[in-house]
């Protein structure tokens, strides 16, 4: 197996058949739009983390350590069904975001593995546009 240039190649599915060279940009563009997305989701993902542990460690920490008498029951209560809650919808989010980068990283594999070069550059110019763009998020509060 080797690269090739050509504007003609299946991509993915039998659906998604070149035949022209405007077919070919136009498939280049998509599957550099999923780099980028790939690569937003994948920041996203780690900005999730970098902005929930904290807040989910305080609260937990604090559920802890605070002392029954010192506390009322109705905020003990309260901390006690609202942690739960919120490290269920941080975990379920994290996970459908998860999936969803899995999909779009094999899908941009399988793309790359037809052997057609444009599609090849196509996945690594939109992956580093992902990354120049999604990047400097992680900084950002």
Do not use: C
């Not at 459908?96 to 999909?103: A, D, E, K, N, S």
């Amino acid at each position: 197996m080797y690269f090739f240039f050509s504007d003609k190649v299946v991509l993915l599915f039998d659906f998604w058949n070149v035949h022209s060279p405007a077919g070919m940009v136009l498939s280049v563009l998509v599957i550099m739009l999923l780099a980028v997305l790939y690569e937003a989701i994948k920041v996203g993902r780690a900005k999730l983390l970098q902005r929930t542990m904290p807040a989910l460690a305080h609260s937990l920490s604090q559920e802890t350590l605070q002392e029954p008498e010192r506390a009322s029951m109705n905020t003990s209560t309260e901390q006690l069904a609202s942690t739960p809650q919120k490290l269920f919808l941080w975990h379920s989010t994290q996970t459908l975001l998860h999936v969803i980068q899995v999909v779009l990283g094999y899908l941009v594999m399988l793309a790359v593995m037809s052997y057609n070069a444009w599609i090849f550059l196509g996945v690594i110019v939109g992956s580093a546009i992902g990354y120049y763009i999604a990047y400097p998020l992680l900084n950002t509060r």
